[in-house]
């Protein structure tokens, strides 16, 4: 049953690993697999992060529309209305960052002035 291995088996298995290899040198060189950290460029702001950013700068509650003027016009970034009101929406149940101040209206917890 446990018969020794032959030439070729032996040299297929190498071929096989060194394959392997190859393919993730590769793939090293165009980028794709970077140390751990994928799909992410170093120094990105998450969405949220943003959001954040745009209400600690205004300092009260913004509509959502406000929010995404905003995150284009000083962020050069297009959020998506309905991940950014599914996501505030988690974080204000969560109780520790957001707070709903009305109908998709969202503010910062303890943050606004007046």
């Known amino acids: 049953m446990d018969r020794p291995l032959s030439r070729d088996d032996l040299l297929e298995v190498i071929e096989s690993a060194l394959s392997a290899q190859l393919r ?55 959020l998506k209305r309905e991940s950014i009101v599914s996501a505030l929406t988690k974080k204000v149940l969560d109780g520790n960052t957001f707070r709903r101040a009305g109908r998709n209206v969202f503010g910062l917890l303890g943050k606004e002035r007046g």
Do not use: F, T
């Open 24 to 78: 993730a040198v590769r793939a090293s060189r165009r980028g794709g697999a970077s140390g751990g950290r994928r799909g992410r460029r170093a120094g990105k702001k998450s969405n949220i992060s943003i959001v954040q950013d745009i209400l600690a700068a205004s300092g009260q509650p913004l509509h959502i529309n406000d929010i995404l003027v905003r995150a284009r016009r000083d962020h050069g970034v297009e």
